[in-house]
């Protein structure tokens, strides 16, 4: 099973509510989309500070002008530096996270948890006050069949639905291997076809620009059907993950098109270095 650290250098980058009528404001002076008022980070890439310092790397981030916080479940995480917070209550940790001006409506979760250990889940995603629970991803073989792809759907369609019961939303969060070919259809279209869109969201990648696929696409060609994306830019001529803002992605034509897709929430998740400049660039559309 390939982990999610590797998989990430395989793929050539670094990457892992509020009412939708709330989630953008007015246009702004001197650009004509309409950026979100409030936008956040998953915790992945910075994990290794988190793990030395979770109050001072709240701070931090807060102090570049993020607001929200998406999570990744300690207990589903184990292995990768997340049991740390193992004996930390969702209660403390969400007290702490408060305390620096920060919320937490989002977390990762692996199959794996949500499979066997899911009520323990929905009790600390209720302490945390997360609306959100997201599967960070099926992680089938790598020449996984579209028809694993579908069976692997209809298992969380039935997880969502005790989730649901619980007054949190599911979602889906795709990598790259989802946007890949078996012979003519692509698993990621299966994959739409086959989750209940009642019960599970998506949460778009858009780091798979770098294969050619666009978020906006997307969220026009299934409206309604998204939660969250995590933000990440791509440059052709670099060859390489570059700041939000100084790559091929349209941005203007990025956030036009998550009002259609339903987008309540964005988080960025890239290289360490990137974030300072990436948020920078979303305070200033």
Known sequence: MISRRNFLKISGTSL??????????????????KAPKSFGFQVWTIKDDLFKDFKGTMKKMAGMGYKEIEMCSPLGYTGTGFEVFNNMTGSEMRKIIKGEGLTCQSSHFT?????????????????????????SSF??????????????????????????????????????????????????????????????????????????????????KYPGRFISAHLADWSTAKNAQVPIGQGDVDWKDFFEAAKVGGVKNFFVEMAPETFPESAEFLKRI
Request: with cysteine.
């Open 139 to 220: 992680w089938l073989p790598e020449k996984a069949s579209v028809d694993d792809y579908r069976k692997a759907c209809d298992e969380l369609n039935k997880i969502g639905l005790k989730i649901k019961a619980a007054g949190i939303q599911t979602g889906f969060h795709n990598h790259h291997m989802e946007f890949e070919k078996r012979g003519s259809e692509l698993i990621y279209d299966a994959m739409m076809r086959q989750l209940d869109p009642e019960v599970v969201k998506m949460q778009f990648q858009v780091a798979v620009i770098s294969v050619g696929y666009k978020a906006a696409d997307y969220f026009r």
């Open 16 to 33: 892992g509510a509020a009412a939708f009528t709330n989630a953008f404001p007015v246009e702004i002076a001197g650009y004509s989309g």
């Open 111 to 135: 199959m794996g948890e949500l499979r066997e250990h899911l009520d323990n889940r929905i009790e600390w995603a209720h302490q945390m006050g997360i609306t959100q629970i997201i599967a």
